[in-house]
Structure formats: C-alpha cells, structure tokens
C-alpha cells in the first residue's frame, strides 16, 4: 500500500502563498493522475487540483488561476503551489489519485488563512 505524507500547511495571510508537497512512498504513483483534496469541518472532502502522468492539469474553478499543481517524479513528489490565498482557502489539505482514490488518506497538511 502506498503511503502519502502531506506537508508545508501553515498559518498565512491572506493573499500569502503556500507551498504544499505529498510524498510517496513508492514510485508506482507516477502511474496515476494524482490529486490535491480539502475539506472543512462539516463538509464533503472537494477535489481542488488534478495531474495527470502526462502532466495534462485541472483545477476546481474556486482556485483556477491562484494554485498550480506540479510532480516531480524522481522524487515521487507533488506538489500545490497556492498564491494569493483567501480565508475560504482554509482547510485540512490532503493528496490522493483521482477519483475512486486508490490509496490510504495521509494525515493531511492544515493550511489557516487569517490576518
């Protein structure tokens, strides 16, 4: 089973940026379109940002120009560059393939957008 460490959350002003990255821990991850997911308390976990092997990128229209995903997959790493971030950004930050999700979730990384 793979597993993912997500990291880089933090506390943030808004229109700060953020730097989030997910870690494998096997390389077979490149094989998949892989995603970046939020969720609030109370809410549905949302999918925010897709990647796909080709490196083809989709995003939810709420952060369509702010955050770009990216891979690296020497370092079977992806990554969530988020700019120009605003307190409805706030959420618990996770990674995973797309949907159906073929992984365990990780713990997720928590990103506070507050002044």
């Known amino acids: 089973q793979v597993q993912l460490v997500e990291s880089g959350g933090g506390l943030v002003q808004p229109g700060g940026s953020l730097r989030l990255s997910c870690a494998a821990s096997?390389?077979?991850?490149?094989?998949?379109?892989m995603g970046w997911y939020r969720q609030v308390p109370g809410k549905t976990r949302e999918q925010v940002a897709l990647i796909t092997p080709g490196d083809n990128t989709y995003y939810e229209d709420s952060v369509k120009g702010r955050f770009t995903i990216s891979r690296d997959n020497a370092k079977n790493t992806v990554y969530l560059q988020m700019n120009s971030l605003k307190s409805e950004d706030t959420a618990v930050y996770y990674c995973n393939t797309n949907l159906p999700v073929r992984y365990a979730w990780g713990q997720g990384t928590q990103v506070t957008v507050s002044s």
């Open positions: 096997r390389s077979d991850f490149r094989l998949n379109a």
